[in-house]
């Protein structure tokens, strides 16, 4: 029954990308003990899997900003008590980078395994036992699967399996018809689909009878979010929502249409028709990775509202 921590501490995408790691170690190890170190904000993602059984939480973007502060230090210290508290078998840091080889490296364990020269993004050698190098070219998905049955000796086969659910919830705002969410934000504006798409997008759907909903996460976002409704039909303005909650939108939508952001990942996590908008990037190793999920686009070729609308036709008779 080995015990085994996972390092990857965010961000959300990354962390979603994660949890098929998690589905083969249980597969192959079905008494393994697995916990996870992850940022604050991210906490509920591990949660959603039954194969985690520990999370241990980090706020180092929190603490970057009040290194001054006392309650900083405070939780720096009670963060290091508790990475310390257990002793593993396997430490995987699958993340690659400073922050993460230092975590990994302070925790207590046997052997602490991390990506080689050629496959992370900041390779600190002398913070692991061993390192492995896994092309970059394969998926982020592909990437941490690979590592963990390196690592664990087992061959990484068969379809990613995310290992989680989210019930879909009857929230008191939401139409009681077809709805579809549209995940229109984005950090990097440059990685925006244009508002006029996003309208037409939604006229489409509301002639099929099915509503929009369109969540925001800022206060931006949410101006965006009140504009594009104004302009549609059929369309709601959801209040903020936290993960979990927002796990449960995710879960009851008919599909998914989404920039490359963190929620548009979860939405393919949880087996929901999804359609991934690429504007400014390529999706070949960061994108949505689902059987339900379709990623058109890329960099400065952003998909039509026909090929969406198209994709999402057959991604929904599916």
């Excluded at 077809?178 to 759907?205: C, F, I, M, N």
Aim: some cysteine; proline content about 5%.
């Amino acid at each position: 029954m080995p015990k085994i921590l996972l390092v990857k501490t965010s961000s959300m995408g990354d962390v979603i990308h994660n949890l098929p790691m998690v589905s083969d170690i249980r597969r192959h190890f079905p008494d393994a003990q697995i916990h996870w170190v992850v940022e604050e904000t991210y906490q509920a993602i591990p949660a959603m899997h039954p194969g985690v059984s520990k999370i241990i939480t980090v706020a180092l973007r929190r603490w970057r900003k009040t290194l001054w502060k006392a309650q900083t230090w405070k939780e720096l210290v009670n963060f290091f008590k508790r990475l310390r508290s257990e002793h593993y078998d396997f430490i995987l840091d699958s993340q690659g980078l400073i922050k993460s080889a230092l975590i990994a490296r302070l925790a207590k364990g046997r052997r602490r395994c991390g990506l080689g020269r050629g496959s992370a993004r900041e390779f600190m050698p002398l913070f692991y036992d061993q390192a492995f190098d896994i092309p970059r070219m394969l998926h982020a998905v592909q990437r941490t699967r690979s590592l963990a049955a390196q690592v664990l000796g087992y061959a990484s086969e068969g379809k990613a399996d995310y290992g989680i659910h989210a019930k879909p919830a009857n929230f008191s705002w939401l139409p009681r018809r077809d709805y579809a969410v549209l995940l229109h934000a984005t950090s990097d504006r440059q990685k925006l689909w244009p508002e006029a798409q996003w309208v037409e997008l939604g006229a489409r759907l509301n002639q099929s009878a099915v509503t929009c909903v369109l969540p925001w996460g800022s206060t931006d976002e949410r101006a965006r979010s009140e504009l594009l409704a104004q302009r549609m039909q059929h369309a709601v303005v959801p209040p903020q929502l936290g993960l979990n909650d927002a796990a449960s939108l995710l879960a009851g939508a008919k599909a998914v249409i989404g920039m490359d952001t963190g929620l548009t990942h979860l939405a393919a996590a949880l087996n929901v028709p999804v359609v991934g908008i690429y504007c400014a990037s390529r999706p070949e190793k960061t994108g949505i990775h689902s059987e339900s999920a379709l990623n058109l686009g890329g960099i400065n070729q952003p998909p039509t509202v026909a090929s969406v609308s198209a994709s999402l036709e057959r991604m929904m008779a599916k």
